[in-house]
């Protein structure tokens, strides 16, 4: 079974600080990866996706990496803000699972000014 | 566009009553989801719908049933709450399979 693992849990950083969130899964065999943010209290919000076929996507100053073989992603946080703050969930889609992401419990982050 | 909405935002139930949690989106999306977010749990899916007139079960559907009404709409139905369906439940929606998901702002479940 496809298990996620996102390290740090908290993560805290003065603003400006460029940061990287590390996110590892247990099987390699997945059609994407999807990176989220989550404000307290909200729903989520998709970031970035990763089809397996592809090494990284950008959108701003996010970066966002995939190592398929080795079973880890990063998303890369540049020149960090306090409106960053917030929970950064990846969630997986493996090749056999059809629609069901598997997402991991994800990293708090907060940016101070 | 309001993208995805639910309704209600906080409801609370006893232990066996009934309800219903009501899910659209104005987006013409295909497919749609119901997942459930606990302490420690993460997000899990309970059900899925990934064409109008279609439904499937994700991880827990236990205790759950789902209404994929029309194209817009996607409803999840508690037949007899219990405790352990309190929870934060999410609604989402994909253009189609395995494609970036747009998510709901939420409804807060509290079961006595």
């Known amino acids: 079974k496809q298990e996620v693992t996102q390290i740090p849990a908290a993560l805290s950083v003065p603003e400006g600080e460029n940061l990287v969130l590390n996110c590892s899964f247990t099987?390699?065999?997945?059609?994407?990866l999807q990176w989220f943010r989550q404000d307290p209290g909200k729903g989520l919000t998709s970031l970035l996706l990763i089809q397996s076929s592809q090494r990284e996507q950008t959108s701003g100053r996010l970066n966002a990496s995939l190592d398929k073989s080795s079973g880890r992603s990063t998303l890369y946080i540049a020149a960090s803000q306090p409106g960053d703050s917030a929970t950064y969930l990846c969630a997986v889609n493996p090749l056999n699972a059809g629609n069901m992401l598997t997402f991991g419990g994800g990293t708090r982050l907060m940016v101070k000014p | 566009n309001a993208g995805v909405t639910q309704t209600p935002k906080f409801q609370v139930l006893k232990t066996g009553q009934s309800m219903t949690l009501q899910c659209a989106q104005d987006?013409?999306?295909?497919?749609m989801y119901w997942y459930r977010q606990d302490p420690g749990m993460g997000l899990r899916l309970i059900y899925y719908s990934a064409s109008e007139g279609t439904t499937d079960k994700g991880e827990v559907p236990n205790g759950y049933n789902v209404s994929r009404l029309n194209k817009r709409e996607f409803s999840l139905r508690l037949e007899s709450a219990a405790p352990s369906q309190t929870s934060v439940y999410f609604c989402?929606?994909?253009?189609?399979?395995?494609?970036?998901?747009?998510f709901g702002p939420g409804t807060r479940l509290l079961v006595l």
């Open positions: 989402a929606s994909a253009r189609e399979a395995r494609e970036t998901q747009y």
């Open positions: 987006m013409n999306h295909n497919s």
């Open positions: 099987d390699s065999a997945i059609y994407n």
